[in-house]
């Protein structure tokens, strides 16, 4: 194995990947099976996660996929499939925390309801199914390679932008928020714990908008970088934090978001 080759690798690990049927989770499941990992795929639509799975093992790669159910939507959803990860393995070296949903309406019209569904799964989901899942976290974690739990935030949870998903963006802030929390915690239990804040990618969450190449152009030209993001770019992120190159990395919160962070319309001295 090259120097490489050895610095970013996650053959044999295990990882559990939630809301991995579609967006930036199958983009980050797909990065880790093709690096050597074993992959659970878990969503609401177990036929899609099968789907996925068996898609993704026919690429090649050197690690393997399984996907089946799960809801994180509710305390007893999390408690099936904390279950059926412990029937499956042992030890998880690897948590990404991406499923997620979102609610838009204007704000004269926003729901009282959505806040409390958003921030159910955003959030409340992303701390009981980690809290849920430590035995198998701890009895992967070493401290020359740390456990990993990735969160998925948002550039709407960095900047004050809303753009009538009100929930949403508040729900993203406090997985940031929660992020650094837990990764000084966790930290003595050698478990990193670190987020995405990306901005937009094609998914089904933002299949409104970027579904069409035309529609891709246009989101992307108010993008810094003049494009939205590509699979590559999630997978890039996911190896490294996930690998020995992000071991000594926790409490971040890293954009991916081709420039939407620093984005700002402020002028000093130039017209």
Same mark, same amino acid.
């Given at each position: 194995?090259?120097?490489?080759?050895?610095?970013?690798?996650?053959? +044999?690990?295990?990882?559990?990947?939630? =809301?991995?049927?579609? +967006?930036?989770?199958?983009?980050?499941?797909?990065?880790?099976?093709?690096?050597?990992?074993?992959?659970?795929?878990?969503?609401?639509?177990?036929?899609?996660?099968?789907?996925?799975?068996? #898609?993704?093992?026919?690429?090649? /790669?050197?690690?393997?996929? #399984?996907?089946?159910?799960?809801?994180?939507?509710?305390?007893? =959803?999390?408690?099936?499939?904390?279950?059926?990860?412990?029937?499956?393995?042992?030890?998880?070296?690897?948590?990404?925390?991406?499923? /997620?949903?979102?609610?838009?309406?204007?704000?004269?019209? &926003?729901?009282?309801?959505?806040?409390?569904?958003?921030?159910?799964?955003?959030?409340?989901?992303? &701390?009981?199914?980690?809290?849920?899942?430590?035995?198998?976290?701890?009895?992967?974690?070493?401290?020359?390679?740390?456990?990993?739990?990735?969160?998925?935030?948002?550039?709407?949870?960095?900047?004050?932008?809303?753009?009538?998903?009100?929930?949403?963006?508040?729900?993203?802030?406090?997985?940031?928020?929660?992020?650094?929390?837990?990764?000084?915690?966790?930290?003595?239990?050698?478990?990193?714990?670190?987020?995405?804040?990306?901005?937009?990618?094609?998914?089904?969450?933002?299949? &409104?908008?970027?579904?069409?190449?035309?529609?891709?152009?246009?989101?992307? /030209?108010?993008?810094?970088?003049?494009?939205? $993001?590509?699979?590559?770019?999630?997978?890039?992120?996911?190896?490294?934090?996930?690998?020995?190159?992000?071991?000594?990395?926790? $409490?971040?919160?890293?954009?991916?978001?081709? /420039?939407?962070?620093?984005?700002? $319309?402020?002028?000093?001295?130039?017209?």
């Amino acid at each position: 194995m090259s120097y490489l080759d050895e610095l970013f690798s996650v053959a +044999g690990k295990t990882a559990l990947v939630t =809301g991995a049927a579609t +967006g930036i989770g199958r983009m980050a499941a797909t990065a880790l099976v093709r690096a050597g990992a074993t992959v659970m795929i878990a969503s609401r639509k177990g036929e899609d996660c099968i789907k996925v799975a068996g #898609e993704l093992n026919d690429l090649g /790669g050197s690690g393997r996929a #399984e996907g089946f159910a799960s809801d994180v939507s509710s305390e007893a =959803g999390i408690a099936a499939l904390v279950a059926e990860v412990k029937a499956r393995t042992e030890r998880l070296n690897i948590l990404v925390n991406n499923a /997620g949903i979102s609610w838009g309406a204007p704000l004269e019209s &926003f729901p009282y309801h959505a806040w409390a569904k958003v921030f159910g799964v955003n959030v409340t989901a992303v &701390f009981h199914l980690t809290r849920e899942l430590l035995p198998l976290l701890d009895a992967a974690a070493s401290d020359a390679d740390p456990a990993r739990v990735i969160n998925l935030g948002s550039v709407m949870g960095t900047q004050p932008l809303a753009d009538d998903a009100y929930s949403y963006s508040a729900s993203k802030a406090a997985v940031h928020h929660l992020t650094r929390t837990l990764a000084i915690e966790f930290a003595a239990r050698r478990i990193t714990v670190n987020a995405f804040a990306p901005g937009p990618f094609q998914s089904r969450m933002t299949a &409104f908008a970027t579904a069409t190449e035309q529609q891709a152009r246009h989101v992307g /030209g108010h993008v810094p970088l003049r494009r939205i $993001g590509a699979p590559d770019d999630i997978a890039g992120a996911t190896l490294y934090l996930c690998s020995r190159a992000g071991s000594y990395v926790t $409490g971040a919160i890293l954009p991916i978001d081709g /420039g939407q962070s620093v984005q700002h $319309g402020l002028t000093l001295f130039k017209e």
